[in-house]
């Protein structure tokens, strides 16, 4: 704001619009994106952000209002790109939507909802407790697209010329077969041409993580999220003797154009406990919450999962309400 750094005039050149930016009215200047208003509000803004495998950050100047919003995380989850906009609505009388209010409930307590639930056609999630909440993991396209809608979820749709998801899950599949059977041909006419030494690359990992982790034991698709920054990705399952990792498939129109792994969160949703038999996971992007709210009854545990656009998935852990009576609940 003053002039010890900078003079005024230098100050005039780096803040000055000099090229069009990513979208209608906003330029860029010496090293920063410039534009007259943000979030429909207007106002003059200025400023950057960056991330990179392992962290995030984001620096938005608003210097007609005095105010800056600087995030910083040692994560990469995206959140930072989300939080400012957040902010921002809340110190400028924008409509915003606060998470669900958080409680504190006791290990115990949320062991009694762990397990595998099954629901229709083949669909189920998995329940594990994880740094005091619950974890949910999708097995099966139809439960992927709940927990990872393609619309509404703040985060683009999949560029045109992208192909279905039971399609994406088959050639992945296919993909992990000739990985595992070392078939380089088959996974040479799965990859992108981009990068010819791929097959190899990706068998030589495959053999140094059989070697640390006791062997492979298997694998699964998980399903296909076919919106997100990267574009459609599909995830699966990698067994080994002593642990999994979860890998991310992305594509580029009919190719795999990466896989990622390890990948810690995938698509799996850590839902924060409203109650001791409701759990709640909140999206920034979107400002949504998807629900899980558990049923102890016969034939066993129920588990309902909400959607945000309001759509219920019931799912079943059989036999589960004797264990879950006999812990006095």
């Given at each position: 704001?003053?002039?010890?750094?900078f003079?005024?005039?230098?100050?005039?050149?780096?803040f000055?619009?000099?090229?069009?930016?990513?979208?209608?009215?906003?330029?860029?200047g010496?090293?920063?994106?410039?534009?007259?208003?943000?979030?429909?509000?207007?106002?003059?803004?200025?400023?950057?952000g960056?991330d990179?495998?392992?962290?995030?950050?984001?620096?938005?100047?608003?210097?007609?209002?005095?105010?800056?919003?600087?995030?910083?995380?040692?994560?990469?989850?995206?959140h930072c790109?989300?939080?400012?906009?957040?902010?921002?609505?809340?110190?400028?009388?924008?409509?915003?939507?606060?998470?669900?209010?958080v409680?504190?409930?006791?290990?115990?307590?949320?062991?009694?909802?762990?397990g595998?639930?099954?629901?229709?056609?083949?669909?189920?999630?998995?329940?594990?407790?994880?740094?005091?909440q619950?974890?949910?993991?999708?097995?099966?396209?139809?439960?992927?697209?709940?927990?990872?809608?393609?619309?509404?979820?703040?985060?683009?749709?999949?560029?045109?010329?992208?192909?279905?998801?039971?399609?994406?899950?088959?050639?992945?599949?296919?993909?992990i077969?000739a990985w595992?059977?070392q078939d380089l041909?088959?996974?040479?006419?799965?990859?992108?041409?981009?990068?010819?030494?791929?097959?190899?690359?990706?068998?030589?990992?495959?053999?140094?993580?059989?070697?640390?982790r006791g062997?492979?034991?298997?694998?699964?698709?998980?399903?296909?999220?076919?919106?997100?920054r990267?574009?459609?990705?599909?995830?699966?399952?990698?067994?080994?003797?002593?642990?999994?990792?979860?890998?991310?498939?992305?594509?580029?129109?009919?190719?795999?154009?990466?896989?990622?792994?390890?990948?810690?969160?995938?698509?799996?949703?850590?839902?924060?406990?409203?109650?001791?038999?409701?759990?709640n996971?909140?999206?920034?992007?979107?400002s949504?919450?998807?629900?899980l709210?558990?049923v102890?009854?016969?034939?066993?545990?129920?588990?309902?999962?909400?959607?945000?656009?309001?759509?219920?998935?019931?799912?079943?852990?059989?036999?589960?309400?004797?264990?879950a009576?006999?812990?006095?609940?």
């Amino acid at each position: 704001r003053g002039e010890s750094v900078f003079s005024k005039a230098e100050k005039e050149k780096l803040f000055t619009p000099h090229q069009r930016s990513y979208r209608e009215g906003a330029y860029c200047g010496y090293g920063w994106d410039i534009a007259d208003d943000f979030l429909d509000v207007r106002t003059r803004f200025v400023g950057h952000g960056g991330d990179t495998r392992g962290f995030e950050c984001k620096f938005y100047r608003f210097p007609d209002k005095g105010v800056v919003i600087a995030v910083v995380s040692n994560t990469n989850d995206h959140h930072c790109w989300w939080i400012p906009n957040h902010i921002f609505s809340i110190l400028f009388g924008r409509q915003y939507t606060l998470p669900p209010v958080v409680a504190t409930l006791e290990a115990d307590t949320l062991k009694r909802w762990e397990g595998d639930y099954q629901g229709q056609d083949g669909a189920a999630l998995e329940v594990r407790v994880h740094d005091g909440q619950l974890r949910a993991t999708p097995i099966g396209q139809a439960v992927m697209e709940l927990l990872r809608p393609t619309s509404g979820s703040g985060l683009p749709p999949a560029p045109p010329g992208a192909i279905a998801a039971d399609e994406t899950n088959r050639r992945a599949d296919a993909a992990i077969r000739a990985w595992v059977e070392q078939d380089l041909k088959k996974l040479d006419t799965l990859l992108d041409p981009q990068w010819p030494n791929w097959p190899q690359r990706l068998s030589d990992w495959l053999d140094r993580e059989a070697a640390q982790r006791g062997g492979f034991k298997g694998h699964r698709v998980l399903g296909t999220s076919r919106a997100g920054r990267r574009g459609p990705r599909t995830w699966a399952e990698l067994r080994f003797e002593s642990a999994s990792e979860l890998a991310a498939l992305g594509w580029n129109g009919e190719r795999i154009t990466h896989f990622d792994f390890p990948s810690a969160s995938g698509p799996r949703l850590r839902f924060a406990p409203e109650s001791e038999t409701r759990f709640n996971a909140f999206d920034i992007a979107s400002s949504r919450t998807t629900t899980l709210e558990f049923v102890v009854g016969a034939p066993g545990t129920r588990l309902l999962l909400r959607a945000p656009d309001g759509r219920t998935t019931e799912f079943t852990r059989p036999g589960a309400r004797q264990a879950a009576e006999g812990n006095g609940k």
